[in-house]
Every structure is written in C-alpha cells, then in structure tokens.
C-alpha cells in the first residue's frame, strides 16, 4: 500500500474543490515526519499544506514540483500523524532545522512486545506494544529514567520520543531498537504499514500480566497470607523490555538473556537462545521450563492473581492489626503469679517483666523484655477448639535472633499463652504441639 493520491476522495469533498485547484486555499506549512514512498518525499520536508479533514484523519498536502512524475497531479493525501503542521512558512522552517537531527532515523524493534510509554520512565503506562522487525520513526531525543538491568545497573541507552506507522507517539528506551538512517536503507510501504505482520494476542497477554509464583494463589485460596513473601513478589518476569527474563523464587533465581520469543505450537513459545520456554494453559496459568545446571529439565508455574498484589497486603496487615488489638483489647496489661508481668502496647510493641523463672529455661539472660508482637503465624484446624491464634515474640536485645512463638487464647479472665517450637511449624502454620508443652497463664490485670 502506498500513499498516492486519492483523488476520488478528495473531489469528493465539493466544499474543497476551490481549495485543490488553488494556491490561495493553502491553510500553511508543516514537516513531514514520515517519509514518503511515491512519490519519493523525504521525512524533514518542509511541504504546503492545503486540507486538514478530521473525519478521514488526513492531510492534503502539496507535491514538490520536481518530484511530480504526473504533472496534471500536485497534491496527495497522507495520515494525520505524518506531517507536524506549524501554519507559518518561516516558523516551520525553523522546526524543520531542529528536526534534522532525526530527520531521516528510523528504529526496527528487535524484540516482541517492546513497550511504548507514556513518559519516559520505565514505570510509566504502555500505550503501544511493538511487534519484532517493526519500523518506527525516531522524532528527539529526550531525558528520562534507564531501566534497571537485572545486575541492579542502568541500562545503556537513551529514551526517544517516537511515531509509530499508525499513528501511535510515545517514548521508547533504545536498548532493543536498532536506529538506522533510510538514506542507508530504503523504507518500503510495507515496513510502514505493517499489513502483513501477524499479532500474537496470547503472547501480548503474557507481557500484560504480571506472572507471580503458584504457593501465592494457594495462600489466597487457605487465607493464609506470608506477607513477607508477598512483598518479595516472587515471580516470572518474560523481559520484553530488557531481553533478559528472570525466574524468581524463594530458592531460585535465574535470568536468560535470548535474542527473540518464538512461537513454537498452540500458546508454547521459545526464548531463541536459552533453554527456556513456556506455555499458556490457561489465561492466568503459565508454564515455564528450563534446564537448571545439572541437566536437567525442570518446569514450574506461574499465575495472575484474581486481585491486586498490595490490597492483599494492605488486607493481611488489616486482619493481623485486628488480631493484635483483639489482646490490647482485653488487657492491655496481663500478670502472672510466677511469670511476672506482660503489656501490649497500642503500637504493636509490648514490655514483659519479672519472667526470671523462665531465664535460661526458655529465656537467655540478656533478654531485654521489650519487642515487637507480629500476628504472622497461624494454627492447624484441629487447635482451632482450644486457641484463637498464634504469634510471635520478637526481643529487642543483642541476640539477632531473639524470637520465641506463641498460640493463645483469649477468656474472660485474661489470656494463656503455649510456647511453640519452630520445630512444629510448617509453612508459617502451627501443626504440632510439644509432648509436654509449657503453657502460661495471666491475669487480666483490671477484669470486667
């Protein structure tokens, strides 16, 4: 397809026909940003323009004489998107010498799904995805944030502003786009358009999601959220951007640098150049598989989450403040006749003193009896009967790891406490209890 002139379309307008015929109709000059295959205009042109229709989204614009193969034809149309209109023929100019830097570069992607943002930062919404060999125009250079390589680096590169061949402006980082000048290379109609360039929607919906580890649907689904592990955000990240994808994992990370994705069956694709490939099995379920350095070949999964990644947190952080002041409530102060005294503190924090009968049996010596209370364990079903939940005691001290867990329950007199070993913990879930476990009972110091 080229942009020749439509002039059916554009007589059809009678209301411009005057225009067309006419040096006195012309609304102004503006510059080409896209080059012109026939006839043969050169992006960076300065060019008259006659009619701008914001129904049909084109231009009609004035053919340079001497690149007119058809004398009787002086005018063509092209899209909106082409020509940068500036009214003033000294004005135009004046942007046209500012343009001749990138007057003639043009960029190809070399790599699926490459983004085009909205800003230039690598954390700005994509408003274009760009297919592998696409042609795009460059149209400045402008400062932004680099995206950060895998090694924590920046990348090298510079931002650009940039127009797509439909139309589509934004800012790509030159990491994965090779710029050319078309005076070293012809730019077909083809390339402009794209016409015969198939999209992958199933790939295109892989780099729009965000693609966590499997356990974190499988704590959604018990209710039994690690924030901790949350906020690691454990995942498979594909790397459209960079070219590198990433495995993250609690006991696994790896990163594969490839040259292109290719498709390799129904909704499989390949990571030319790695080991690595993966496969859609549902819309939120992806399969990857690799070879780890043993030879051999290991797959894993990875999921979209039914919500938001911080509203989990945000819930979680809610339901375990809730638990906390669940205790506050009732006391805030608790005392033992042997075991001294415990205070919950509003914050989170709490203070326990005169637990000298539990020093060294369960306390060393330098505890402090001041830290943190954090409602990050749970209990098995089967404790459910006896205990409202678990936590853990986290000592302010030299001791780094100073940290004791606890079930409770909650009565009308005050609070009982059973020391945990990490031993019967699994998966943050309290599953067993001690042969003789060491249980503790306070008083509420001020009963209702």
Same mark, same amino acid.
């Given at each position: 397809m080229t942009y020749r002139n439509k002039l059916v379309s554009i007589f059809f307008i009678l209301s411009f026909a005057s225009l067309l015929s006419s040096c006195s109709g012309k609304m102004g000059y503006g510059v080409l940003l896209w080059s012109i295959e026939d006839p043969p205009i050169m992006s960076g042109t300065v060019l008259p323009v006659y009619i701008r229709s914001n129904i049909e989204q084109i231009w009609?614009? +004035?053919? %340079?004489?001497?690149?007119?193969?058809?004398?009787?034809?002086?005018?063509?149309?092209? %899209?909106?998107? =082409?020509?940068e209109f500036h009214g003033k023929r000294r004005r135009t100019e004046t942007r046209a010498a500012d343009f001749a830097e990138f007057a003639h570069?043009? #960029?190809?992607?070399?790599?699926?799904?490459?983004?085009?943002?909205?800003? &230039?930062?690598?954390? #700005?919404?994509? *408003?274009? $995805?760009?297919?592998? +060999?696409?042609?795009?125009?460059?149209?400045? $250079?402008?400062?932004g944030n680099p995206p950060i390589s895998t090694t924590g680096e920046p990348l090298p590169g510079e931002w650009f502003k940039v127009l797509t061949s439909d139309g589509s402006t934004g800012f790509c980082f030159s990491f994965r786009l090779r710029l050319f000048d078309q005076n070293d290379r012809n730019i077909t109609a083809q390339e402009q358009i794209q016409g015969d360039t198939v999209r992958d929607p199933n790939l295109e919906m892989i780099f729009s999601n965000t693609w966590f580890a499997e356990f974190?649907?499988?704590?959604?689904?018990?209710?039994?959220?690690?924030?901790?592990?949350?906020? $690691?955000?454990?995942?498979?990240? &594909?790397g459209q951007d960079t070219g590198v994808a990433r495995i993250l994992l609690p006991d696994l990370e790896r990163q594969f640098s490839y040259e292109r994705i290719i498709l390799e069956g129904e909704r499989s694709w390949r990571f030319e150049g790695t080991s690595l490939s993966m496969s859609l099995l549902q819309n939120n379920l992806l399969s990857v598989q690799f070879t780890d350095n043993t030879g051999l070949r290991r797959t894993l999964s990875f999921v979209v989450l039914p919500t938001?990644?911080?509203?989990?947190?945000? =819930?979680? #952080? #809610?339901?375990?403040?809730?638990?906390?002041?669940? *205790?506050?409530?009732?006391?805030?102060?608790?005392?033992?006749?042997?075991?001294?005294?415990?205070?919950?503190?509003? !914050?989170?924090?709490?203070?326990?003193?005169?637990?000298?009968?539990?020093?060294?049996?369960?306390?060393?010596?330098?505890?402090?009896?001041?830290?943190?209370?954090?409602?990050?364990?749970?209990?098995?079903?089967?404790?459910?009967?006896?205990?409202?939940?678990?936590?853990?005691?986290?000592? !302010?001290?030299?001791?780094?790891?100073?940290?004791?867990?606890?079930?409770?329950?909650?009565?009308? =007199?005050?609070l009982r406490l059973e020391i945990v070993s990490g031993s019967d913990i699994e998966d943050f879930t309290v599953m067993r209890r001690s042969s003789s476990p060491m249980v503790?009972?306070?008083?509420?110091?001020? %009963?209702f």
């Amino acid at each position: 397809m080229t942009y020749r002139n439509k002039l059916v379309s554009i007589f059809f307008i009678l209301s411009f026909a005057s225009l067309l015929s006419s040096c006195s109709g012309k609304m102004g000059y503006g510059v080409l940003l896209w080059s012109i295959e026939d006839p043969p205009i050169m992006s960076g042109t300065v060019l008259p323009v006659y009619i701008r229709s914001n129904i049909e989204q084109i231009w009609v614009i +004035g053919i %340079p004489e001497e690149l007119r193969s058809d004398k009787s034809i002086d005018k063509i149309e092209i %899209p909106l998107s =082409q020509l940068e209109f500036h009214g003033k023929r000294r004005r135009t100019e004046t942007r046209a010498a500012d343009f001749a830097e990138f007057a003639h570069i043009y #960029a190809e992607n070399l790599q699926d799904g490459l983004p085009i943002r909205e800003s &230039p930062d690598n954390s #700005a919404r994509r *408003v274009y $995805r760009l297919r592998a +060999g696409e042609i795009i125009k460059i149209l400045e $250079r402008v400062q932004g944030n680099p995206p950060i390589s895998t090694t924590g680096e920046p990348l090298p590169g510079e931002w650009f502003k940039v127009l797509t061949s439909d139309g589509s402006t934004g800012f790509c980082f030159s990491f994965r786009l090779r710029l050319f000048d078309q005076n070293d290379r012809n730019i077909t109609a083809q390339e402009q358009i794209q016409g015969d360039t198939v999209r992958d929607p199933n790939l295109e919906m892989i780099f729009s999601n965000t693609w966590f580890a499997e356990f974190y649907l499988q704590m959604i689904n018990s209710s039994r959220i690690n924030i901790q592990s949350f906020e $690691r955000r454990y995942r498979f990240e &594909p790397g459209q951007d960079t070219g590198v994808a990433r495995i993250l994992l609690p006991d696994l990370e790896r990163q594969f640098s490839y040259e292109r994705i290719i498709l390799e069956g129904e909704r499989s694709w390949r990571f030319e150049g790695t080991s690595l490939s993966m496969s859609l099995l549902q819309n939120n379920l992806l399969s990857v598989q690799f070879t780890d350095n043993t030879g051999l070949r290991r797959t894993l999964s990875f999921v979209v989450l039914p919500t938001d990644i911080n509203n989990i947190i945000m =819930q979680e #952080a #809610a339901r375990r403040e809730e638990l906390f002041l669940s *205790v506050f409530n009732q006391g805030p102060t608790f005392t033992s006749s042997n075991f001294g005294t415990l205070t919950f503190i509003s !914050t989170g924090d709490f203070a326990w003193t005169g637990f000298d009968l539990l020093v060294p049996q369960l306390f060393p010596e330098e505890t402090s009896g001041v830290g943190r209370i954090n409602m990050d364990l749970f209990i098995a079903p089967f404790f459910e009967d006896s205990y409202d939940g678990a936590f853990t005691m986290q000592f !302010t001290d030299i001791r780094t790891n100073n940290i004791f867990c606890f079930m409770y329950a909650i009565d009308s =007199q005050g609070l009982r406490l059973e020391i945990v070993s990490g031993s019967d913990i699994e998966d943050f879930t309290v599953m067993r209890r001690s042969s003789s476990p060491m249980v503790i009972y306070f008083y509420r110091d001020s %009963p209702f």
